[in-house]
């Protein structure tokens, strides 16, 4: 069996870092900028990651790293790895850069293969991290690192965390005809301003309709998704609400769904898809639909965007023209074959006695 860290694509990079760091993501859904404090330390069951406790504190009442410094400014902190188990662990310690997942936008931070290159890339651990970290059994390490803004840093958000990757392979999967190793990590979420000019920015875009029709009309409801795409167009962090409404002909309102908190945190320049299930969708009917985005914090931060599409029961129209084309086909049949029946006898032919 050969073990090894497996190379993906961005896409799927991005949602193996996702799986690996379930427990962050159980914390971070729901969970915004403003609220953090209200939350626990990214934790596995078996190893957490948090900010390290002051000194003589035994826990710390921060669960993410928040900081803000001038571009070309330094800022120095510590992350405290704690180990829960009976036994010793051995991490393999990085800072990297978070993204979205681009389907369903959950929190995640980029894996080990790829090479940050926003705010992970601002930070230096301390020395002890170059290599792997054991930690003894219910005991913890705790990691200064530092922070060196660029002097051309962009103002607005740069979000990212700092990662313990255990080294033992807890399992194995397969990758074409390889089977690869399979490591658990956790991260804790950080968070750095850079002061200047922000902009909220959250668009809406590529609405579209799916739709299946079913085979009794009207007897059965037919369902539709309504797939709609976010982007972060500005430098802030948002919490994004989204608002589904739909018309018919004459304006007949036919989906009317308030705007809603969705429950996560649009990082900048990232973009998402999602989905809105519509399970009773008109079934005959010129339909419009609109999608409305905002954010939490900003009111005033609005977009919109549509789609058209014309509901015809296409099953039951098949089968009609399906009906209706053997009736005709039976129809003349049933003319041709009265014509055969319809046509004289022919006279016997007499042949004159020699």
Known sequence: MRIRTPSYGPHVSRLLALLALAPLLALVA???????????????GTWSVFPTPAAGAATTDRAYFFHQGEAGTTLS?????????????????????????????AFALLPVESPPEDVGAWITLAPQAAHPVTVPPKGRADIPFTVKVPADATPGDHVGGIVALGTAVEGVQQEGKVQVGVKRSVGARLYFRVPGPVTPGVSVEDVRVTRAAPLLPWVEKARATVSYTL??????????????????????????????????????????????????????????????AGATAHPDLRSQSGTRFTAVPWPAVGALLLAAGAALALRVLRRRHGRVEDQPEPAPHLTPAP
């Open 30 to 44: 729901g969970t915004g900028l403003l609220s953090a404090t209200a939350a626990r330390a990214a934790d596995n």
């Open 231 to 292: 982007v972060n167009r500005g430098n802030l962090v948002v919490e994004p609400t989204v608002a589904v409404s739909a018309r018919g002909l004459f304006g007949r309102e036919l989906l009317n769904r308030p705007a809603r908190e969705l429950k996560l945190s649009l990082l900048p320049g990232q973009r998402i898809e999602l989905t809105e299930p519509w399970p009773d969708a008109p079934q005959s009917d010129r339909v419009s639909v609109t999608v409305t």
């Open 77 to 105: 902190d510590s992350v405290t790895i704690l180990n829960s188990s009976e036994k010793e662990l051995t991490f393999q310690v990085f800072a990297t850069d978070a993204v979205n997942t681009p389907s369903g936008g």
